[in-house]
């Protein structure tokens, strides 16, 4: 089984935005690294090896265009011990309809369309148990903001779980028109 994910490798001025705004954050959460960013487009989950690879040789003919997007804030997921933190990313509309064109090219290789409303974000830490009340991380870093970047490729993304926690891995770069 391969568990899968299509996002966007979040430009170094954006990643290091979230490095930033994730200085003296609250104890006891499992902040992520450099590596671990993404902005996420669709989550695919766990596929036999023939879809995986009909998904990559779809992809691999996706054509989209490319988003200039900023960081516009924090939020948090409030789900108590799969909770986490997150950076906002917008303008939304581009996101949304780079989101919504995978969504289709997935649904038309036979996987459930996505029914949770898209909300780009990147995800900064996740949830412990005993962790820190994040109100005052969130309170102070709620005009977190970034120079507009360009993301000029999608990444079609395998997730390893581990004791450490996810490690992901690009399967397939697609790159998106200017």
């Known amino acids: 089984m391969h ?10 001025a954006l990643r290091q935005g979230c490095l930033d705004a994730m200085a003296r954050g609250p104890a006891g959460w499992a902040w992520q690294d450099d590596d671990q960013f993404h902005l996420t487009l669709r989550y695919i989950g766990e596929v036999e090896r ?22 516009e ?24 309809a780079l989101h919504d064109r995978v969504d289709r090219l997935l ?45 000029d490729h999608l990444t079609l993304y395998e997730s390893h779980l581990g004791r450490e926690g996810a490690r992901y891995e690009p399967v397939l770069r697609v790159p998106l028109s200017a």
Do not use: K
Not at 75 to 94: C, E, K, M, T, Y
């Open 3 to 12: 568990r899968l994910f299509v996002a966007l490798r979040p430009p170094l």
């Open 50 to 71: 023939p879809l995986a690879e009909d998904i990559a040789a779809a992809l691999e003919g996706f054509r989209g265009t490319a988003p200039t997007v900023a960081l």
């Open 73 to 96: 804030g924090v939020g948090w997921f409030d789900h108590g011990s799969r909770g986490a933190l997150f950076a906002r990313v917008g303008p939304r509309p581009p996101l949304q």
């Open 107 to 151: 649904v038309r290789l036979g996987l459930e369309p996505e029914r949770r409303a898209y909300l780009p974000h990147i995800t900064l830490a996740r949830a412990r148990r005993g962790g820190e009340d994040p109100q005052y991380w969130i309170e102070a870093r709620a005009g977190l903001s970034s120079e507009p970047a360009r993301i």
